[in-house]
């Protein structure tokens, strides 16, 4: 379990993160929802170890991690996505999966020359990860293009199947949905459900899409200004008046009339 409290993040005088705190279960899909600017990814990104916190405990299985840097994060398992760095979009994506960071002996000179065969068996197991991963996300055609050249959805695909190539725990996911398609993000969708009931991975994820939030996550978690405003299921905190005036103008309200 994740459990964030009192989790402070200050810009200058403005308070993106004002006193959050919450709880993932372990376990579970959980979605984290909030108008813009209602500081989620800000959260997140203290969470992750990119941004320290100005005040406040993050802690994992009740060791303390706040502050910690994503690299050490990464070895206890918690991970977030993040989109492929331009210097590997001319890579394959097969190559993409297999740079993900582990415990590999060619990494070292010694080891580049008296490890050849070491190495050689390494990167056989390394290929036949990654080939596996790209057919868990049905993407399996696109091993050997560039990622830099497959649709957005289809990186969103290879995001997620980094974090498949080490022993992730928790992932983190800010908007996996956005710009989209509708069958991609089923794609999508499945692969984030098979990942935790078969693979036990817990999820936190950040979305705007209610639909989606509301296929895949309980329980959602509602920010706005900084705060935890709400948590419950999809159809629960649909139904919180707080919930509706937090979003009024741009939010639920308006996506229940037209949609
Ligand atoms: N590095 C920064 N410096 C100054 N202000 C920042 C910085 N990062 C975020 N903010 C501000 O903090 C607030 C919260 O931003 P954040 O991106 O966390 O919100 P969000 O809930 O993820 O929004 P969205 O749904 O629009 O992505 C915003 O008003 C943003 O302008």
Redesign the pocket.
């Known amino acids: 379990m994740i459990e964030v409290k009192n989790l402070h993040r200050h810009?200058?005088g403005?308070r993106?993160?004002d006193g959050a705190t919450l709880e993932i279960e372990t376990g579970s899909i959980t979605g984290l929802v909030?108008?813009?600017?209602?500081?989620?990814?800000?959260?997140f990104n203290v969470v992750a170890g990119v941004l320290p916190p100005t005040s406040g405990q993050v802690l994992m299985a009740g060791e303390d991690i706040t502050g910690l840097p994503p690299h050490v994060l990464f070895h206890k398992g918690l991970l977030r996505t993040f989109q492929i760095a331009h210097e590997f979009a001319s890579m394959s994506c097969r190559e993409n999966l297999m740079m993900v960071p582990g415990e590999q002996t060619g990494e070292t000179l010694w080891n580049t020359w008296f490890g050849r065969k070491r190495i050689a068996d390494e990167e056989r197991a390394l290929r036949a990860k990654a080939d596996e991963v790209l057919e868990f996300l049905t993407i399996e055609h696109l091993a050997d293009h560039k990622a830099g050249q497959v649709s957005g959805g289809q990186k969103k695909l290879l995001e997620l199947g980094r974090t498949m190539m080490v022993d992730a725990r928790i992932v983190f996911l800010d908007e996996v949905g956005a710009g989209v398609n509708r069958t991609l993000l089923n794609t999508i969708g499945d692969a984030i459900i098979r990942l935790n009931k078969e693979r036990g991975y817990t999820f936190c994820m950040?979305e705007?899409d209610m639909d989606f939030i509301g296929r895949l996550c309980d329980p959602v978690i509602v920010?706005a200004e900084?705060k935890v405003l709400s948590k419950g299921t999809i159809d629960e905190i649909k139904a919180d008046e707080r919930v509706i005036e937090a979003y009024l103008g741009t939010g639920l309200k308006n996506k229940e009339a037209v949609g």
């Open positions: 810009f200058g403005f993106a993160v909030g108008p813009n600017g209602a500081g989620k990814t800000t959260l950040i705007h920010m900084g």
